[in-house]
């Protein structure tokens, strides 16, 4: 059937999917419970950290564009069997997301305290500088973890790419069992250990980057006969010159889509905190929740941008226009399901916290939006990693990064600082505009320009 794939569809893209989501899922279950575990603590450290996460957020994003904009070359040169050109994707990654990293630790140690203040109103001068001080002592410890983030990054994707995202998905639980255990620790202050509050829970994830980056390697550099791909990729980092310029031309337009779109939401986010401190942390709840749900469609994404890409690669390009299509499909499918569990769990998760009423309402309206609008979330994410997967940098720009500073991020500002609208109105508004995004990115995907081999 035009929609629905058979067996042997569903099984390899459910060997690709699966470990991703296992990995990212349990992920940002830890990262949810770090948040409740702050939560409990009180509104102002909990806004200090959703701020500090915030920031650092726009770099993820860029490293994922970064190692994402890459592998799209990788996955090509993988789907026709060649592996000298694989790894100096590799050697790319590694070195450019170093590079990266070491900028954006200067900008953060330099700026930190600046990029914090523009999120932080507040009227009342104590609970503002308490903020202040809660995301600085986060920023600050999170750096040290930057490092060993980025090249696990570059690590994992390369595996992803090759179909083999077992091994990432260990490293990742591994890295989240300790971020858990020294969460427990390290946060309240269990077992004889001292309470550090933000501190601990900063310490906690950096102790875990390095966990993760640690499995990663080693396994890898053991296991010669498991990942052929891998032999003698680390004996230099000399990447020819003329594939250099190749990669940049691929992969720097996605890393400023990459960035620009996570500068937009950084914006976004910005924009609702104008509202108040309460805001913010009601907006960081929905959004942690959020994320913890939406790492199926993220899977999704990952498992059809590696599916796609090895079908360009290969040149089958009706087989790979058949497979984004069936993808979509189960996308959309998935999102009926997940959407009607957050929705009935909307009235449940604020609770948990130790906020005030107000703003339990607040976070609970926003996540029953968010349920409802979810469908739209989901076709416009498949659509994104499938238009990405081949290489066609321009529509993937306009369609990503392009539609959201023209349309999403002119609407909110306009709504927050000049309507007389609530916050759960402009924030339906915010989630109703994918709508846009959706019909452009159907248009795009039937018209079938992204389809290329590289």
């Given at each position: 059937m035009k929609y629905i794939g058979d067996r042997n569809f569903y099984r390899k893209m459910l060997a690709l999917l699966v470990p991703i989501l296992?990995?990212?899922?349990?992920?940002?279950?830890?990262?949810?419970?770090?948040?409740?575990?702050?939560?409990?603590?009180?509104?102002?450290?909990?806004?200090?950290?959703?701020?500090?996460?915030?920031?650092?957020?726009?770099?993820?994003?860029?490293?994922?564009?970064l190692v994402s904009g890459a592998g799209v070359i990788g996955a090509q040169y993988y789907g026709r069997g060649d592996f000298d050109g694989f790894r100096n994707i590799l050697r790319f990654k590694l070195t450019a997301v170093t590079v990266l990293t070491a900028a954006a630790c200067v900008l953060f140690l330099t700026a930190g305290d600046f990029l914090i203040m523009r999120f932080i109103h507040e009227d009342d001068p104590s609970v503002r500088q308490a903020a202040l001080e809660y995301a600085g002592t986060y920023l600050r410890i999170s750096l040290v973890g930057l490092v060993p983030y980025g090249l696990s990054q570059a690590l994992a994707s390369t595996l992803r790419?090759?179909?083999?995202?077992?091994?990432?998905?260990?490293?990742?639980l591994c890295a989240v069992a300790v971020n858990l255990f020294l969460n427990f620790l390290l946060i309240s202050g269990r077992l004889g250990a001292p309470a550090l509050g933000v501190a601990g829970a900063a310490i906690a994830t950096v102790a875990s980057r390095y966990v993760e980056l640690g499995i990663i390697a080693v396994c890898v550099a053991a296991g010669r006969k498991r990942y052929p791909f891998m032999r003698g990729a680390l004996?230099?980092?000399?990447?020819?010159?003329?594939?250099?310029?190749?990669?940049?031309?691929?992969?720097?337009?996605?890393?400023?889509?990459?960035?620009?779109w996570a500068l937009g939401m950084t914006v976004i986010a910005r924009l609702y905190s104008l509202r108040g401190l309460d805001v913010v942390t009601a907006y960081n709840i929905e959004t942690t929740f959020f994320n913890l749900f939406f790492v199926a469609f993220?899977?999704?994404?990952?498992?059809?941008?590696?599916?796609?890409?090895?079908?360009?690669?290969?040149?089958?390009?009706?087989?790979?226009?058949?497979?984004?299509?069936k993808m979509i499909a189960f996308s959309f499918a998935l999102s009926i399901v997940i959407g009607a569990a957050f929705a009935a769990l909307s009235g449940v998760i604020p609770g948990l916290y130790n906020v005030g009423d107000d703003v339990r309402s607040l976070a609970s309206s926003l996540m029953l939006i968010c349920a409802v609008t979810l469908p739209l979330e989901a076709v416009v994410n498949e659509l994104y990693f499938i238009i990405r997967s081949g290489g066609r940098v321009a529509i993937?720009?306009?369609?990503?990064?392009?539609?959201?500073?023209?349309?999403?991020?002119?609407?909110?500002?306009?709504?927050?600082?000049?309507?007389?609208?609530?916050?759960?109105?402009?924030?339906?508004?915010?989630?109703?505009?994918?709508?846009?995004?959706?019909?452009?990115?159907?248009?795009?995907?039937?018209?079938?320009?992204?389809?290329?081999?590289?």
């Open positions: 296992i990995q990212t899922g349990i992920t940002n279950f830890v990262s949810m419970l770090d948040n409740l575990m702050i939560g409990r603590t009180g509104t102002a450290q909990i806004a200090g950290v959703a701020v500090a996460n915030q920031i650092l957020f726009v770099f993820m994003l860029c490293i994922f564009g790419e090759t179909g083999r995202s077992v091994l990432p998905m260990i490293a990742g004996k230099t980092l000399r990447v020819p010159g003329a594939l250099v310029r190749e990669i940049l031309i691929r992969s720097l337009p996605l890393v400023f889509n990459e960035t620009m993220q899977s999704a994404g990952s498992a059809a941008g590696i599916l796609v890409g090895q079908r360009l690669g290969a040149g089958e390009m009706e087989e790979a226009k058949d497979d984004a299509r993937t720009i306009i369609f990503d990064s392009g539609i959201s500073w023209v349309v999403l991020v002119p609407a909110v500002s306009l709504l927050v600082r000049f309507s007389p609208l609530s916050v759960p109105w402009i924030f339906f508004v915010d989630r109703a505009l994918s709508l846009v995004k959706m019909i452009i990115g159907i248009i795009m995907f039937r018209h079938g320009k992204w389809r290329r081999r590289i």
